[in-house]
């Protein structure tokens, strides 16, 4: 999938569109919030005519998380959730790092909160990515990064510091690019609100700037991985 849009991007904003937007240059101009300028209905329809636009689009956007070794993400791609499948493969490759005591309490650990708290019924058949890039250096994207193998394994990994302390060790920290159709995007705020959002910065320097993250329910092809780039790179 080529030609993947950037919400933070002029790009993203289509000529026609912007070119609509200027009679409105008072109202962005006059407030911080764009939710704010979007209450007036021509506005509105602007937005939601480009949501429309977006979701026709391929989506540039963020995963983060640990690499077992490099390489492994452009030759595989990215899995959807499925806890207790990845679970299995985790042990079947790092199982011999743990001591038998360590396996024993992580499995029971894994089970008490993913089947007993149901928490495996909320991740399984979805994947998860930032599709604004500011959101990598965000405090909630850090556990991804210390930690190998993301929720399914570290979710509990606080509860034992030595447990911990070895996932640390596993893999190394990298930025996961990946190209997402629009339309398969559950974002935590419609992208158009980060497009708009983007443009009224352009306009008025203080706007408050709207960041998304997104879930969705397919797998992403090593053919849709546009980088892997280690964290260090991905952030200087």
């Not at 499995?107 to 008490?112: D, E, I, L, V």
Request: hydrophobic share 40%.
């Amino acid at each position: 999938m080529s030609g993947a849009l950037k919400l933070e991007s002029p790009e993203a904003l289509p000529s026609g569109l912007r070119e609509a937007l200027k009679q409105h240059h008072d109202r962005f101009l006059a407030n911080a919030f764009v939710e704010q300028v979007l209450e007036h209905p021509d506005v509105r329809a602007i937005g939601q005519e480009l949501e429309a636009f977006l979701a026709t689009q391929p989506i540039h956007a963020y995963h983060c998380t640990k690499e077992p070794e490099p390489g492994y993400f452009k030759a595989n791609g990215l899995r959807l959730t499925e806890v207790a499948v990845h679970q299995g493969w985790f042990l079947e490759r790092f199982g011999t790092m743990f001591t038998e005591t360590q396996r024993q309490w992580l499995q029971s650990a894994w089970h008490q909160y993913f089947v007993e708290h149901g928490q495996a019924k909320l991740r399984n058949g979805l994947l998860w990515a930032c599709l604004s890039r500011s959101l990598v250096s965000d405090d909630g994207c850090e556990p991804f990064f210390r930690y190998f193998g993301g929720e399914a394994i570290s979710m509990v990994a606080d509860a034992h510091p030595e447990v911990a302390a070895i996932l640390e060790t596993i893999g190394r920290p990298v930025v996961v690019e990946i190209a997402v159709l629009g339309g398969q995007l559950k974002a935590s705020y419609p992208m158009s609100y980060a497009v708009l959002s983007n443009y009224h910065r352009e306009l008025r320097a203080d706007a408050r700037p709207f960041e998304s993250e997104a879930r969705w329910p397919h797998p992403v092809p090593p053919s849709d991985v546009l980088a892997v780039t280690p964290l260090e790179l991905f952030t200087h």
